[in-house]
């Protein structure tokens, strides 16, 4: 057992035991504000509990300022779920004002597209764009090949839906999706809804709805160019421990001083 891994294990074990939570634990200003309390992190852990969708999204953050990632050729672009998000919640103001239409800033939209850690990778530059979605705690991931003008939809969660409920979650995204990319790369013309759509069938699956955010996340991780470029675990737990590690590892934490002295001790042999 590798010294890393064991004081992973003894920085998780330590994590349930801790009850002080009224602290931020992790803070990245940039491109958003997100924050991470103590009970959101030790949730990470709680099998009965699905991913909450902050932590998802610093996990996000710091994959895309994983150097050996940036490497990747062609470029991708890391959403996360901040897009999807306020695209649904635009759709369910309207259902609930059936008298309006509420509809979601483009420009705010397109900022998304424009805005990353990621090192002078423009979103003209980057063939693939990897969106994640999540509704009721069901996250897939749509993978956007805007060189081949095709989209993979990587669903972990069994039994799958149908073609036409797939059909119907990606519309509503990529008819913002078009706008904001025509805003943020200027020439942009193509309808991403028309394109074809195909659901591989070597994507690792799980009946467990509370896992289905951790899949994603390790879609992310490993799709590129078609496939996955590295194996997948399928175990919910070392996928939900993975996750906590890669959170607790970002060097670049605003709120470090706020955790405990011997647990920033411990976590120094993780960086």
């Known amino acids: 057992m590798s010294k890393k891994y064991k004081v992973s294990i003894y920085t998780i074990t330590m994590l349930q035991l801790l009850t002080f939570i009224y602290r931020k634990w992790m803070r990245s200003s940039k491109p958003h504000p997100i924050g991470l309390s103590l009970r959101r992190i030790q949730g990470i852990l709680r099998r009965d509990q699905l991913l909450d969708i902050d932590c998802f999204n610093m996990a996000i953050r710091i994959l895309a300022n994983d150097e050996a990632l940036l490497t990747r050729d062609p470029p991708v672009r890391f959403m996360d779920l901040q897009f999807c998000t306020t695209v649904i919640e635009a759709a369910l103001a309207s259902a609930r004002d059936l008298d309006s239409r509420v509809q979601p800033d483009i420009q705010a939209l ?123 675990c399928t175990d919910g737990y070392e996928l939900r421990k993975n996750l906590l590690i890669h959170l607790l590892e970002y060097h670049a934490n605003e709120a470090e001083d706020n955790i405990p002295y011997d647990v920033r001790e411990i976590l120094k042999c993780l960086k």
């Not at 036409?164 to 706008?179: G, H, I, W």
């Open 110 to 232: 397109a900022s998304l597209l424009r805005s990353s850690t990621e090192i002078d990778h423009t979103i003209s530059s980057c063939n693939w764009i990897l969106l994640p979605h999540a509704f009721l705690g069901h996250f897939i991931l749509f993978a956007i090949n805007k060189h081949a003008r095709q989209v993979s939809i990587l669903d972990p969660l069994i039994p799958s839906l149908s073609s036409e409920r797939y059909a119907l979650k990606f519309q509503r995204v990529a008819f913002y999706l078009n706008d904001a990319l025509e805003l943020a790369q200027p020439g942009w013309k193509s309808d991403t809804f028309f394109w074809p759509r195909k659901s591989p069938i070597d994507v690792p699956t799980s009946v467990d709805r509370n896992e289905s955010g951790y899949f994603v996340f390790n879609f992310m991780l490993s799709w590129h160019g078609n496939k996955f470029v590295r194996p997948i």
